[in-house]
């Protein structure tokens, strides 16, 4: 019993320190009420939280993401968004620049797929 308690107090540490330190977490958070918005490099260094909404390919490669982390007032209002974004895993030829669900490049937009050509 008494090693079961040590692994115990072991796994609840790490599992708290790495959420600590994360810095993205999944989901989506509405910004079109802030009075204030600034837009940031995805390298930019911060300690703050970013909420992503992230679009993947169906092998998981990522199309893209914007990341949020918003800065409420006393009231609950936005008072500031700072916004970042993710460029797609994958690159595109000129030729077929549009990412898809299916990890193929196409030449012609539909709706979820997202621009991948290099620029």
């Not at 030829?93 to 990890?103: I, R, S, V």
Request: charged letters at 25%; proline letters at 4%; hydrophobic letters at 40%.
């Amino acid at each position: 019993m008494r090693g079961f308690a040590g692994l115990a107090i072991v796994v609840a540490i790490v599992w708290l320190l790495g959420n600590a330190f994360q810095r993205e977490v999944d989901g989506t958070v509405r910004i079109d009420d802030c009075r204030t918005r600034i837009d940031l490099q995805p390298d930019a260094f911060t300690m703050r939280r970013f909420t992503c909404d992230t679009r993947r390919t169906a092998s998981g490669k990522l199309m893209g993401a914007t990341c949020v982390n918003v800065e409420l007032s006393d009231a609950g209002s936005c008072n500031i968004a700072r916004v970042y974004t993710k460029p797609p895993e994958l690159t595109c030829p000129k030729e077929t620049p549009f990412l898809g669900y299916d990890d193929m490049c196409h030449a012609t937009f539909e709706t979820g797929y997202a621009y991948a050509a290099k620029d």
